[in-house]
C-alpha cells in the first residue's frame, strides 16, 4: 500500500469493500480509467455507471440511487465535480440532504501534466462553504482504505479529497480515522503544524527537520474539514502557543481558512498558511516539483513555523 | 388499457378546477408564488394525484409508492394542493405556506414537506434525478414506476439531455417524463427566448419513446400514461401541449404572469372565471 499512487489505494479498497457492502455502487465520467474505480466496474459491473462526460447529471443520477436505497459514490476529477456539478451538489445533495458520496480525484496540484485547468485547489473551501457537507482530506494509503467503510456508514451528504499521486506514508494499516477527529502525530511544544492530506508527510519531515535545530513542533492532521474539530486546534493552540497550517490547496478557505477561522474567534494565536498563494499553477513534468514550485517545500513549511514562533515572542508585525 | 367512464373523466376535470382555485388563493393569500406554470399543469396533476400515482399519504415512504418529481418546482402551488388535497397534509397549511414556521417552502423541500420526493427549484435537475430512481427500483426489485414532471424552459438546460442520455443508456422503460409545454417563461415565449423545435424528433433522436398529447385533455393524459407503461424497451416522454395560465383569461399565454401575484380586483376576476368555468 505504501508507494502506491492515492488514486490506487482508494480504487482498490473501493473494489474489495464493495464485496461488504452490497448497497455501494460507483458512478464516474469517463475517468474510471484515471480514478480507478476500473478495479470495481471489472468486479461488480452491474453496480458501476459511466455516464460519460456529464458531471452534473452524474451527481443528479447519484442522487435517485440515493433517494432509491442505494449509497453512490459519485466520482470525478475535483475540478469538475466541485465546480461543474457544484449547483447539483448544493441542491440536491446538500440542501436535499441525500446520502450520496462525492469523491474528488486528482485535486490540488497532482494533475501536473494537464495543467491549471484540471488542478483543483479551491474544493476544499467551495465544499466547506456548503451548510450539510461533511469534508473529508485524507493523509495515506493506509488512511484512504480503512475511511471508505466509515464513509459508506455516514449517512448524508459527504465530500471525499484526493490527490492523484503517491503521498508518503504516515499511517500504520490499523489506522482508523473518525469523522471530526484531528489525530496529533507527532508531540511537541513550541509550535503546531497542523496539516493534512499529501501534505501531512512532508510536514513531518519538516518537523523532523525543526527538532534537528532544537524545536519541537507538534504535528496535528485535521483530516476532516468539516466538522472542525475546534477542541483539538485550540489545545494546540493554547498548549503551544504558535500555529502553521499546511494544505495542497489554496490558501484563502482550506485548512488555512478553517483553522484561522477557528483560532480568531475561539483563541487568538499567531498563525502562518502555507499553501497556494491566491493564484493558479503551472503544467510540469511532475507534481513533487510543482509543488515544490509553488510554495510547499519541506523548506517552506520550516521557515513558516520559525515565523510563526517569532510572531509568537514579538508581536504581530512580522511577515 | 384501462377503460376510462365519463364520469371518471369529468371528476378528473373538476379535480383539476379545483386545485387551479386552490392554487390562486394560496399564491394570493402569500402574495408569491408562480401562477402560470401551476395553472397550465393541473390536469396532468389531478390525473397524476388521483388517478395513476400508486401512493399512501398516511406512510409517505412506502416503498413501492410511484415517485412523481415536480421538476418544474416552482409550480410548487399546485403540487401543495394536490399533495393537501389528497391526504399527506392539512389543507390548511397551504394557508401558512411561505411563513417561517410553515413546512411548505417556496420550492418543494424532501426534507420538511411529507410526501415531497424530491427538492426542486433550480431547473434541470428532475430526469437525471428520476434516472437514478428508476435505476435503484430495477436493480432492487421493485415495480414502483417514477414520473418526472418538466417545464419546457427547462427544455434550455444541458444537464436535462445529460440525464435523457442516462436514461436512454440504461433502457430505463420504468421512467416517464411529463413534458408542460405551454410555451410561456418567465422572459417571454419559448421560442423567442431558446426555441425548442423540433422537440419530438430531438427526444426521438435521444432514443427516448415519444407522445404527443393535449395537455388538457384529461383522456388523452391518462391514455398517454397507460401507454408509457406498454413499451418496456425505453423511457418515455410525453410531449403535452399546455396553455400557461390555463384557465384565467388574462393570464393565458402571458409570461407576466410566470411569476406574478394578481391585485385584489383581478383576484376576484381569476376566481370568478375559475369558479364559473364548465367543464
Known sequence: MTTMPQREAYGRALAEYGALNEKVVVLDADTSSSTLTNFFAAKFPDRFYNVGIAEPGMVDFGVGLSLGGYIPFVNAFAAFLALRAIEQVRTCIAYANTNVKLVGHYAGLS???????????????????????????????????????????????????????????????????????????????????????????????????????????????????????????????????????VEEHSIIGGLGGAVAEALAENCPTPLVRVGVRDCFAYTALDAESLMDHMGLRVEDIVEAANIAIRKKYTGRDLV | MKYLSEKRIFELEEIARQLRI?????????????????????????????????????????????????????????LYAAMARRGFFPVDHLYHWGELDCHLQGHPDRVKTPGIEMSAGPLGHGLAIGAGLAMAARKSNRNYHTYVLLGDGEMQAGVVWEGANIAAKYHLANLTAILDYNDVQLDGPVHEIMPLEPIADRWKAFNWHVLEINGHNIRQIVEALDHAEEIHSKPTIIIARTTKGKGVSYMENDSRWHGAVPKPELYEQALKELQKEEV
Open chain 1, 111 to 245: 494533475d501536473y501534466k494537464d495543467g491549471p485547468t484540471h488542478n483543483c485547489i479551491v474544493d476544499v473551501a467551495v465544499m466547506r462553504a456548503i451548510p450539510n457537507m461533511t469534508v473529508i482530506v485524507p493523509s495515506d494509503n493506509n488512511q484512504i482504505k480503512n475511511w471508505i467503510p466509515v464513509i459508506a456508514a455516514h449517512e448524508g451528504p459527504l465530500y471525499f479529497r484526493m490527490s492523484r499521486d503517491v503521498a508518503l506514508p504516515v499511517h500504520p494499516e490499523s489506522i482508523q480515522p473518525q469523522i471530526g477527529r484531528a489525530i496529533q502525530l507527532r508531540e511537541g511544544s513550541e509550535v503546531t503544524l497542523i496539516a493534512n492530506g499529501t501534505m501531512l508527510g512532508r510536514t513531518l519531515l519538516a518537523a523532523d527537520q525543526l527538532e534537528q535545530a532544537g524545536i519541537f513542533a507538534r504535528v496535528l492532521e485535521i483530516h476532516t474539514l468539516k466538522p472542525l474539530d475546534v477542541a483539538a486546534i485550540c489545545a494546540a493552540a493554547s498548549q503551544t502557543g504558535a500555529i502553521v497550517t
Open chain 2, 22 to 78: 386552490e392554487s390562486i388563493k394560496m399564491i394570493y393569500k402569500r402574495q408569491a408564488g408562480h401562477p402560470g406554470g401551476s395553472l397550465s399543469a393541473a390536469e396532468i396533476l389531478s390525473v397524476l394525484f388521483f388517478h395513476k400515482l400508486r401512493l399512501k399519504p398516511e406512510n409517505p415512504h412506502w416503498e413501492d409508492r410511484d415517485r412523481f418529481l415536480l421538476s418544474k418546482g416552482h409550480a410548487s402551488a399546485i
